[in-house]
């Protein structure tokens, strides 16, 4: 493991600690972490966070080491939501060791309220929030955020705790999402962010669908890098992606030529991009399909003709796991270098049929 300032303990108690370890293993491969198992161990190497987890009688061994705050909040709040996602039959609770993380919030946090909300497609909610740090979002080296929707909720209990009148309320595990800040007004403390409604079950299209003037939410930010200059661009993905490809052609001068390929539902679901540059886009629909969403996109990808890498090229993609999975091996298969590359999974199809 390596020497990073930030650490932390735990230990996950556990009836099967064995099936929950795998679990914990699938999990940090679906999510495309690099982790090397030796023994009974699981190593994981991420630029701001190193970690071990143990496989001991009785449950797991946890240790974390980040390069700073923010990442080991995040690296615990990965952990608990791992945990909670993949309940292994047994699994009884974490155990926290008493370490230098005794924040309940992250250090970029801060409080984002409802300003107004419009909707720009059937699926796509546009919500502007009052933000006291705008201008610290306005920056395109890390185009995204984390929203946490249960704040109000651990503010109360936060609160309770302390006035220590009332019996402590059971642990609220903090409900965080990332997403994207599609654009900013730093004069006027504004920020926004579009929110796809898929459905009421996620927690954070659920607050999106009942949004009201003045509600309020957490947010943690910016992160999660940006993309690089090239001459030309590929920018794919779903719904979850045209926040972000909206700000990148934004921000593209005329020298650049970007091919710009999205899956939505139907024809209703697509948008106007704006851009100094020469952009080419490509709708697929999902409707064509029957609603099938799973593969139409990767194939498109995969059947394109990519100029040769004597042009700067870019390809930037963003979607479900799985399609993001495709598209990874095509772009390899291509000769993408990882420097000419961003490929993310936004989400996860829970369904976890894939027809890939
Ligand atoms: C860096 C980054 C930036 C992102 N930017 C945006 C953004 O700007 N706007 C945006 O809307 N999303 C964005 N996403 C995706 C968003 O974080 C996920 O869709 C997230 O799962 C939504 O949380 P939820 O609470 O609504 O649903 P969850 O609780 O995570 O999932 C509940 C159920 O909904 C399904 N589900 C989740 N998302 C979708 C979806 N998009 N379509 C269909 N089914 C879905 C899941 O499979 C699951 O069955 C981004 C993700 C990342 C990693």
Redesign the pocket.
């Known amino acids: 493991m390596r020497e990073l300032p930030y650490k932390l303990q735990a230990k996950i108690v556990a009836n099967r600690p064995k099936h929950l370890f795998e679990r914990l293993h699938e999990h940090l491969h679906e999510h495309d972490v690099d982790a090397r198992l030796s023994g009974d161990s699981l190593f994981v190497d991420l630029p701001a966070v190193s970690g071990i987890l143990r496989l001991m009688d009785g449950g797991i061994e946890v240790d974390i080491a980040a390069s700073d705050l923010e990442s080991l909040y995040f690296a615990k709040v990965w952990l608990q939501d791992a945990v909670a996602e993949d309940p292994a039959p047994g699994t009884i609770r974490i155990v926290w060791s008493e370490d230098c993380l005794q924040r309940h919030l992250p250090p970029s946090f801060s409080v984002l309220t409802v300003d107004d909300i419009v909707d720009i497609t059937p699926r796509i909610r546009r919500i502007r929030f009052r933000a006291a740090d705008a201008r610290s979002f306005e920056t395109l080296d890390d185009l ?1 955020l984390r929203i946490l929707f249960n704040f109000e909720e651990l503010a109360e209990q936060h609160a309770s705790r302390r006035s220590r009148l009332e019996p402590s309320p059971p642990d609220v595990a903090p409900i965080w ?4 800040v ?1 654009s900013v007004e730093p004069e006027d403390h504004i920020i926004a ?4 409604l ?2 009421a ?6 607050w999106a669908m009942r949004a009201r003037r003045g509600d309020v939410v957490g947010a943690a930010g910016p992160s ?1 890098g940006g993309y690089s200059d090239a001459a030309w661009y590929l920018l794919a993905g ?3 992606a045209l ?2 490809i909206s700000r990148i052609l934004e921000s593209l001068d005329e020298r650049a030529t970007a091919t710009v390929m999205i899956e939505v539902g139907s024809p209703t679901d697509t948008i106007f991009f704006t851009s100094k540059a020469a952009v080419e886009t490509r709708w697929l629909y999902r409707d064509d399909h029957d609603g099938d969403c799973r593969g139409g996109l990767a194939r498109a990808i995969a059947s394109m003709e990519f100029p040769d890498a004597s042009r700067k090229r870019f390809a930037w993609i ?1 979607s479900e796991r799985g399609t993001a999975k495709a598209v990874r091996a095509t772009l390899r298969d291509r000769g993408f270098t990882k420097e000419e590359q961003s490929v ?1 999974a ?6 976890q049929v894939s027809a890939i």
């Open positions: 995204h999402r990332a997403y994207t599609r962010v579009d929110f796809v898929h459905s079950e996620g927690p954070g299209s659920r999660g779903d719904e979850t926040p972000a963003a993310a936004y989400w996860h199809d829970l369904r």
